[in-house]
Structure formats: structure tokens, C-alpha cells
Nanobody, 125 residues
Framework: QVQLVESGGGLVQAGGSLRLSCAAS????????MAWFRQAPGKEREFVAA????????LYGDSVKGRFTISRDNAKNTLSLQMDSLKPEDTAVYLC??????????????????WGPGTQVTVSS
């Protein structure tokens, strides 16, 4: 069973950048497909991006495509999300997630087995 902890959130102006990290422990990190989701107050959890075991990005959500980049370092058990050209509508709690599945759409919350507590990202206009 893997434990996940996110970091790197904060307050940034629109147009700025942030880099989120997710540290994994207690499991075999390369065995998991990893993803980022986000959840804003009063809204459903939204898929952001997913990456496969060999560090190739699988999917990006339409709202972040071309602005966000997902990556992972299997040697350091770390997942990252580089967020550029941030917009106020990117404001949310960002969560990393791990999946034990081999086949999936990768976009649904229930595709993932383990979750971190989240880190807050606030983008001011």
C-alpha cells in the first residue's frame, strides 16, 4: 500500500507558474499509474493528468492541455505537475492518486486506489 503526500501549492497571480510534487512511500512506486486530480469548492473532482509506469504521459484534461505537464521520477518515488499560464479557474485543491490497474480510462476517480490529502492552489486575477 502506497502513501502519498503532495506539496508545492500556494498563491500565484494569473499567468504565473507553480510546480507541485507528490512523494510516495510504502509501496513500489513504478508499479502504479499516477495521476493528478483537482477539486474546487462546490464542484466535482476533476481529472487533470495521468502518467504511465515508464513516465510517458497518458492523458491530459481538456482544460489544462498545453499548459500543464505531468512527470515522474521512479528513482525518487516522486510525481510532479508543472503548471504554467495559470488562470483563476485553476484554483482548487490538487490531489495525487495511484492506480494498480493495467487498463482503464484513467479519467475517473474510482480508477485510483490511493490518494494524497491534497495541496491548495489559489490563482488570483
Amino acid at each position: 500500500q502506497v502513501q502519498l503526500v503532495e506539496s508545492g501549492g500556494g498563491l500565484v497571480q494569473a499567468g504565473g507558474s507553480l510546480r507541485l510534487s507528490c512523494a510516495a512511500s510504502g509501496g513500489t512506486f513504478p508499479n502504479y499509474v499516477m495521476a493528478w486530480f483537482r477539486q474546487a469548492p462546490g464542484k466535482e473532482r476533476e481529472f487533470v493528468a495521468a502518467i504511465n509506469w515508464s513516465a510517458s504521459p497518458l492523458l491530459y484534461g481538456d482544460s489544462v492541455k498545453g499548459r500543464f505537464t505531468i512527470s515522474r521520477d521512479n528513482a525518487k518515488n516522486t510525481l510532479s505537475l508543472q503548471m504554467d499560464s495559470l488562470k483563476p479557474e485553476d484554483t482548487a485543491v490538487y490531489l495525487c492518486a495511484a492506480s494498480r490497474r493495467y487498463y482503464s480510462s484513467w479519467k475517473a476517480s474510482n480508477d485510483y486506489d490511493f490518494w494524497g490529502p491534497g495541496t491548495q492552489v489559489t490563482v488570483s486575477s
